[in-house]
């Protein structure tokens, strides 16, 4: 759970910029 969360983030982050 914690290898989704971090990619969630990570493309959360991306879309953010």
């Given at each position: ?14 879309e953010f910029r």
């Amino acid at each position: 759970m914690l290898v989704p969360a971090i990619l969630y983030k990570e493309q959360i982050k991306k879309e953010f910029r």
